[in-house]
């Protein structure tokens, strides 16, 4: 059995234009607020972790709701359509509403950027709509992507036997990493990180133009219905879907051996995702603001990394095991943080390159095999509902990581906090993940010489 790297490819489109969108509002949304609203790290990061606050609620159900559709189109392509359209149009009017802040803002001339806070904090409060109006775009935005965050991902396993799933997986990641990358480029070609008083529209609107050309290839060459029966057929020719024997099992169907891994495993999405997000939510400030550094380039690189990792890491995991990869990814993703500790502004900029390949390296190698540890463990027919879980965790995890980062800084300042509250939540992680015993994809036993060699 191979896997079919082309249809991996064409579903993770849908992967593409998520990760391209998260790329673009994780870099602009941060700065909009503390530069053009002049909010406090921790208000802002309140509202940034708004998104994981919805998507805790919402991605379970909505992948629940996607494993009971069956329409002609399939299961998770009628929630992809809908949400997709809605995102892009909400996206673009929210820089609509920030560009009227603005407008304030420059037509009070403050010059340096302490001072633009301060006026901008002022303006925020003197007249506090446009904030509101902004939040309520942002919410939104944030429904309609959660609309279809879940039914996307859970696509991939929908057409991907058991066994392929990591590396199908790293494929996935590689089209999301692609989507991310094209949108950091666009950041430079707009200077994103270089202009304090910025109208965003047209950044936006670039960037929903990539979503638009990923939605238009997923809707034109994916044919959810057929390959989600071929994997069926598949899943039954090669024997990977008879039951393990168990002496006790949960009210979910799983033994309190797999019961305890799923959250031992969800434990360690979440305490990784909130040293990660506590990076990513604020990395475009702390370059911008602390480091005078350009982030978008800096994340590029990181980007690079990932994607000449995730084949190689998806292939190494069905010979090692998912878990033993994943631990080495955790290890390599805190050294990278913790080498990031003792860089300062006077650090010459060349010398994060390493720093962020190293954590993409770390990143594509926990990324790739986690999602499929925890839809290995699912049931059949319950594959989204088992990515709402892994959304759940994940989404959770975002919802503290800014929030107390965010106080962390505004007690302490972001020159000394930053880094290391990342590495102290990853290290954390590889301590949960090393008591995992489930969740690895079991070799397909072939029935012949023949079937060993791939041939019909």
Known sequence: MKLNYKRVLLVGMAFFLISAFWQAYDAIT???????FGLPQSVSGAVMSIDNVLAVFLLPIFGALSDKKNTRFGKRTPFIFFGTIAAIISFIALTLVDNYQLARLVANGVPSMQAAREEALRLTLENPWPLIGFIATLLVVLISMA???SPAVALMPDVTVKPLRSKANAIINLTGTAGGIIVLILGMVFATSKNLYMQYTGYVAAVCGVMLLGFILFLLTVKEKKWAEEMEQDTIKYGLDTPEEAIATTKSGLTKSELSSLLLILASVALWYIGYNSIT?????YATNVLGFDYNFTLIVAQAAAVVTYIPVGMIASKIGRRKTILAGVLIFATAFTIGIFITPKTPEIIMYPVFSLAGIGWATINVNSFPMVVELAKKGDTGKYTGYYYTASMAAQIVAPILSGILYDAFGMRFVF????????????????FVKHGDSKPIMSKSKLEQLDVD
């Open 30 to 36: 941060p700065l909009i607020l503390t530069n053009h």
């Open 147 to 149: 609309t279809f965050r």
């Open 281 to 285: 939510s604020k990395y475009s400030v």
């Open 419 to 434: 880094f290391t509250f990342g590495a102290i939540f990853v290290f954390f992680s590889f301590i949960t993940m090393f």
